[in-house]
């Protein structure tokens, strides 16, 4: 065999490797951004015990919460934390946004209507009464489940099109290559 066959085969080879690679990364990412919606939604259920029954400022509220959970949204709770406790007349909605704006995409796997959604959030943070706080939260809450029951009904099947999709365009390209 010529070494011109050999380098054509691991041409193909590497295409159809790398192709797949990236189905399985998207794959990887879908699941990661319905792990983070949920750690999320849990975030929010310990901010709202932390306000309504602990009766806590809304700065100690999320230390206490971002202490308690780990990764990216953690670090973004406690951002918020440190940001509401240094401030200097500067309202809780800016603080909110700017650390949402902040919450960058190679940190989470949240997609940008997630950060927006987020964002929204805190408008109504922050200086409204408990009861307001507490329907606000709730009405988050309620949005974010319905989100994860939706991504969690499509999550096998779109994981198994994007590794197909992958696999299959590997294989297309390397068909036109060779």
């Not at 990412?29 to 901010?47: H, S």
């Not at 806590?56 to 934390?81: D, I, Y």
Request: proline share 1%.
């Amino acid at each position: 065999m010529s070494v011109q066959w050999y380098m054509k085969f691991t041409g193909a080879a590497m295409v159809v490797v790398g192709a797949s690679g990236c189905g399985f990364w998207k794959a990887a990412q879908y699941r990661r951004r319905v792990l983070d919606l949920e750690q999320l939604r849990q975030m929010m259920f310990l901010l709202k015990a932390q306000i309504l029954y602990a009766n806590a400022p809304l700065g100690e509220a999320f230390e206490t919460v971002g202490e308690r959970t780990k990764g990216a949204l953690s670090r973004f709770f406690l951002a918020v934390a440190k940001r509401i406790d240094s401030r200097q007349g500067e309202p809780f909605c800016d603080i909110w946004r700017e650390e949402t704006g902040n919450l960058g995409e190679e940190e989470t796997a949240l997609t940008k209507s997630d950060r927006q959604s987020l964002a929204a959030l805190g408008e109504h943070l922050g200086f409204l009464d408990r009861d307001t706080q507490e329907r606000t939260l709730l009405m988050y809450l309620e949005q974010l489940e319905e989100q994860l029951v939706q991504l969690r009904g499509h999550m096998q099947e779109r994981c198994r099109i994007c590794v197909s999709l992958g696999i299959m365009g590997g294989l297309f390209l390397m068909i036109l290559l060779v």
